[in-house]
């Protein structure tokens, strides 16, 4: 391994080299419109504890019904990441004692999860193995910002969740971050989750430690509650360093534990948030009011053709059929919503280039506009067929690009009901001018004291035409057509 790859630490104190051993556990909440064992449905942001039933609060003699669309989710995660699907697999509880968890268990999966193996190939060629993925419902969620109060929201408790745990295979910050990168990635064009960390959707937690090079495996600790890419690598570096240095303190009191510690990014620092348990102390014991799962080879093969073109292919057929750059064809599938939106382009009869230059240029960066309120590209107002029109205008000469931008702007504001494309060009006045009187009164104007320039074009410098585009532009109100424009001073300058 090069040097520029050496994922060792070294110590500034004692030159001593030091390797991290990471492994990563990531909770998504799959994309259904209800919860996993329940009819409740799960609307981030509703009132708090009025997306519940008898279930969800716990209720004597409420029983827990298997969501089929929530396991053909979980099912088509485990295909897109090249993990074996089980054919028999069984819920379990895992018991613990918490105010978002109003049962007094978890259901999940313990030593019969429907999925194992699998796993991402990083963009250095070394692959990150999951161990398992694993079904579950996710718990309330306690809210201890209101002074010495908890409250509890049990909107969410009963989401139906997968989890990912890797081996301990990552080395770095940067691997752990490229991992969840492309991970994301993976289930978004899967259409398993919308993966939006800004809504809990989804969550990861660290187990981290760190041994000499050479040496044996040392104490792991666990990083909960990480809610950014950025965090989890900031969290990463900060914990190895924290573990070295009280290693080379030779102070076993200092030395680490095995615990869960939170993150602080303001201080980019963890502290300990509690003892960690084991598997012994969440007493799991089969489900006795669940089934085993069955799943048939037909049921594989479905969820196998409901997945969709994975991003890395659809960014190698971008580079070499459609002949767009690399970083073309990288902002086209930067998410699955701008890359569907690309082929629906396509599809309509778009250039390849020009759908490309409009999307990543233009609509792509409207996202996270205050004006336009649009939080993903999945929200983007205007169609495809919209786009195809405004292009074709542009193409024929009515509109100029310019003017096609804020064609295309003014349709975005106007919402699904305001008026359509060719309304807005005759509201907005955004038709180029052609009649040849009115473009010859525009050149005339704009020839009034420019002498120099004129001079110049009749010596031979023709970029000194450009000099008086600009006047007649203004003139028109960017109306003018610029070719016609070109063709009347080039007469009017040769007379």
């Excluded at 090069?2 to 990531?26: K, N, Q, Y």
């Excluded at 914990?239 to 240095?245: G, L, N, S």
């Excluded at 506009?369 to 067929?385: K, N, Y």
Aim: aromatic letters at 6%.
């Amino acid at each position: 391994m090069s040097a520029a790859h050496d994922p060792a630490l070294v110590s500034p104190r004692t030159g001593r080299r030091w390797l991290a051993v990471i492994g990563l556990e990531t909770h998504v909440q799959l994309k259904t419109r209800t919860k996993l064992f329940c009819g409740c449905e799960y609307r981030f942001g509703a009132e708090p504890n009025t997306l519940t039933c008898a279930l969800c609060t716990a209720q004597p003699g409420a029983l827990p019904v298997l969501n089929c669309e929530a396991l053909a989710l979980a099912v088509r995660a485990g295909l897109a990441l090249g993990a074996d699907i089980a054919p028999l697999s069984k819920f379990d509880r895992k018991h613990y004692f918490y105010c978002d968890l109003p049962k007094g268990y978890q259901i999940s999966q313990y030593d019969q999860p429907y999925c194992k193996g699998g796993g991402i190939a990083l963009a250095s060629g070394r692959f990150i193995r999951l161990e398992r993925i694993h079904m579950e419902e996710d718990a309330g969620k306690a809210i201890h910002d209101r002074g010495a109060s908890t409250l509890v929201d049990l909107n969410r408790a009963g989401v139906p969740l997968i989890e990912m745990v890797t081996q301990a295979d990552i080395q770095t910050a940067a691997e752990a971050f490229e991992y969840l990168t492309l991970l994301k990635e993976r289930l978004q064009y899967a259409g398993v989750s919308d993966c939006d960390m800004e809504k809990g959707s989804l969550r990861c937690d660290v187990n981290i430690s760190v041994r000499p090079a050479g040496e044996g495996w040392r104490t792991k600790v666990e990083i909960k509650n990480l809610n950014s890419f950025r965090f989890i690598a900031a969290a990463i570096e900060h914990e190895a360093w924290r573990q070295i240095e009280a290693y080379e303190s030779e102070d076993p009191a200092q030395y680490p534990v095995q615990e869960t510690r939170l993150y602080d990014p303001e201080r980019n620092q963890t502290r300990t948030m509690r003892g960690k348990e084991s598997a012994r102390d969440y007493r799991y014991c089969p489900d006795p009011d669940l089934p085993p799962v069955v799943l048939d080879a037909s049921f594989l093969e479905r969820e196998r053709s409901n997945l969709s073109e994975p991003a890395d292919s659809r960014r190698a057929r971008y580079r070499e059929q459609l002949g767009l750059s690399p970083a073309d064809a990288a902002a086209l599938t930067s998410e699955r919503a701008a890359s569907d939106y690309f082929e629906a382009c396509l599809r309509s009869g778009i250039d390849a280039r020009d759908a490309s230059s409009w999307i990543r240029n233009e609509l792509l960066g409207w996202v996270g506009e205050p004006e336009l309120g649009l939080r993903d590209f999945a929200q983007l107002p205007i169609s495809p067929r919209e786009l195809s029109e405004v292009l074709e205008l542009i193409r024929s000469g009515r509109i100029a690009s310019n003017a096609g931008r804020k064609l295309l702007r003014a349709r975005a504001l106007a919402g699904p009901d305001g008026p359509g494309i060719a309304a807005l060009v005759a509201q907005l006045g955004l038709e180029q001018v052609q009649d040849d009187a009115q473009l010859e009164e525009w050149c005339r104007a704009a020839l009034i004291g420019k002498e120099k320039i004129i001079a110049d074009y009749r010596s031979g410098k023709e970029a000194a035409l450009n000099a008086l585009l600009g006047p007649v532009m203004k003139q028109s109100g960017g109306r003018a057509a610029p070719e016609k424009v070109r063709e009347i001073l080039k007469r009017l300058l040769s007379g």
